[in-house]
């Protein structure tokens, strides 16, 4: 999980970049109002049990999280619905403070 504020416009820097530097782009349901997308710069990593998603925290932050499954695991639940729902937890943990 990494928080990101590098340039300082959220999920904006992520859009921008759809097509060019993340050819796998892929707007998720939000987290509790929390816009999700999930990106990567090699294209759909899915098969190979990846995602990484971005959550937009305000207009200027996001959190980004990495899931990669266990070779036992892959192909038995999509990775970007189980990136939404660690989203949800580290979202949980950021409300209270932990």
Known sequence: MTFTNVDKLGLTSVYRARGTTYPFFKPLEPVDGYP?????GEGDQSTKGRCTVAMGTSD????????????ANIGKKDPCAAAREVAGKVLENLRNGK
Do not use: K
């Open 36 to 40: 999700l997308v999930a990106y990567d």
């Open 60 to 71: 200027t932050q996001t959190v980004d999280i990495n899931i990669a499954q266990s070779e």
